[in-house]
């Protein structure tokens, strides 16, 4: 079994396509790690995540912006031999990125947010409350640096 490096656009964007959450790390500026599963939307280039207007994560993202985001899918158990422990893996896809968090304000700009965060999850067209727009916190993570990685991958014979 071997780890695969992915470099095509395409291929990143399946995988991250394929995820229903996605793992956001932040470090406070004593170097303190906070990390949070959240819903997700992408499109091109860009990560959208929703959250409330206050909290923990948002204290942290004033003092500083950078985040880690990722993506892992197709999770399996293998192994090449039974018996032997050191050869068991998990093999999975994983799409890593960094970036910072901007925060989306205009409220048509929030709609469509919205709307590419809930495409992650369904097919059917939403409408939101001016309330739930207006409280809602938009965060924007334009990914300035991506890896991609396949685990576990068979040899090739």
């Not at 923990?56 to 158990?77: G, Q």
């Not at 304000?105 to 207006?134: C, G, H, W």
């Amino acid at each position: 079994m071997k780890t695969l490096v992915h470099t095509e656009k395409e291929q990143i964007e399946f995988i991250i396509s394929k995820c229903d959450v996605c793992y956001v790390g932040l470090a406070d500026t004593d170097g303190t790690p906070y990390v949070l599963p959240m819903n997700f939307g992408y499109r091109d280039g860009v990560v959208y995540l929703h959250s409330a207007q206050e909290g923990r994560s948002i204290s942290i993202l004033e003092r500083n912006p950078k985040v880690c985001i990722t993506f892992s899918t197709d999770h399996a158990l293998v192994f090449q031999h039974p018996e032997v422990a050191c050869s068991y893996r998990m093999r999975s896809k994983s799409v890593i990125c960094w970036g910072k968090v901007a925060y989306e304000e205009n409220f048509d700009r929030k709609v469509e947010a919205l709307d590419i965060i809930m495409k992650q999850y369904s097919d059917k067209t939403f409408k939101y409350s001016d309330p739930a727009v207006v409280n809602v916190k938009i965060w924007k993570v334009e990914m300035d640096e991506v890896t991609c990685k396949e685990f576990g991958a068979p040899h090739k014979k």
